[in-house]
């Protein structure tokens, strides 16, 4: 790996980095020097895949497993992660004692809460617990770890800021997201650590596959952006790498609106 990249000598954690929109934010912050820690809740396999694709391609990552949105997820996500540091370091002969981390992306969540109509509290908890809960206590848990000039950044939604009736409580826990960014921006400025949220519109992964199950359904969402197509994971990462890199250090507590200009 070059020692000129942009993150050389950073640590990261990204949430929900076994598929989808993490995936893409883990191989990019990685191949841009980080060493990332891959976090999963329960899917392993596609985990130590991204895990293999970073390596493959000459990045340094590792996996990091705990279920977000039980008691104690916050806790055992460190755990988990400085194991997998410790690991990590000793492989490449450093001191990863302490837990250093420079990167949080809290990407992880969960959507389909559906309309109030048909609202359960289940769902309800559910969704704040994931969404907006457990980043709140990952943000606990990593400030004191992590070294100035660090950088959070949250992965919201579209759907935090355009009316979004058909899933009310995950637009709802989104906007607890956006909110929390504000203030942790505020806070954390004496320390150089920049605090933003990226929002995306239509990506292509699996939250959204119902939504794209029909050519026509397709076409549909894809006419909401002035590009006329649907967003890439990719479309997304390459922000948050801009966001974490230290030519975004002079941008904090924004929502950035990362949708290819959907429903302008
Ligand atoms: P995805 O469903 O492919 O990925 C979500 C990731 O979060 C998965 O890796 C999943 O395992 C993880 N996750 C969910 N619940 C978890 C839990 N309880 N514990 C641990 N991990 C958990 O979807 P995605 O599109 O890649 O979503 C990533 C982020 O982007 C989410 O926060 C989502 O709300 C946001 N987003 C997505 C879209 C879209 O169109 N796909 C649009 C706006 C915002």
Redesign the pocket.
């Known amino acids: 790996m070059d020692s000129h990249r942009a993150l050389t000598g950073k640590v990261a954690l990204v949430?929900?980095?076994?598929?989808?929109?993490?995936?893409a934010i883990a191989v990019r912050l990685a191949h841009d020097g980080a060493l990332v820690g891959v976090?999963?809740?329960?899917?392993e396999a596609?985990a130590l895949d991204t895990v293999a694709e970073i390596r493959k391609n000459g990045g340094r990552a590792f996996p990091v497993g705990?279920?977000?949105?039980?008691p104690g997820?916050a806790a055992a996500v460190f755990e988990a992660f400085d194991a997998g540091l410790r690991e990590e370091g000793s492989e490449a002969g450093e001191v990863t004692e302490g837990g250093a981390l420079d990167i949080l992306v809290?990407?992880?969540?969960?959507?389909g809460s559906g309309p109030v109509g048909r609202a359960v509290p289940e769902v309800f908890d559910?969704m704040m617990?994931?969404?907006a809960k457990?980043p709140y206590f990952l943000v606990q848990q990593a400030l004191p770890r992590m070294r100035d000039g660090g950088r959070i950044v949250n992965?919201?939604?579209?759907?935090s800021r355009h009316a979004f009736p058909e899933s009310v409580a995950?637009a709802m826990s989104?906007g607890a997201l956006d909110t929390l960014t504000l203030c942790l921006a505020k806070e954390l400025g004496g320390r150089g650590i920049t605090v933003n949220t990226v929002?995306?519109?239509?990506?292509?992964?699996?939250?959204?596959a119902r939504r794209r199950a029909t050519p026509e359904a397709r076409d549909a969402l894809a006419a909401r952006s002035v590009f006329g197509r649907?967003?890439m994971?990719s479309d997304?990462a390459d922000v948050v790498a801009f966001l974490a890199s230290d030519d975004a250090r002079w941008v904090t507590g924004q929502y950035l609106d990362v949708?290819g200009g959907t429903d302008l």
């Open positions: 949430t929900g980095a076994a598929r989808g929109i993490g995936r976090h999963y809740g329960h899917s596609a705990a279920e977000l949105g039980v997820d809290n990407n992880a969540g969960v959507s559910r617990a994931v969404n457990a992965v919201s939604s579209l759907a995950y989104k929002a995306p519109g239509f990506v292509e992964t699996d939250m959204n649907i967003g994971p997304v949708s």
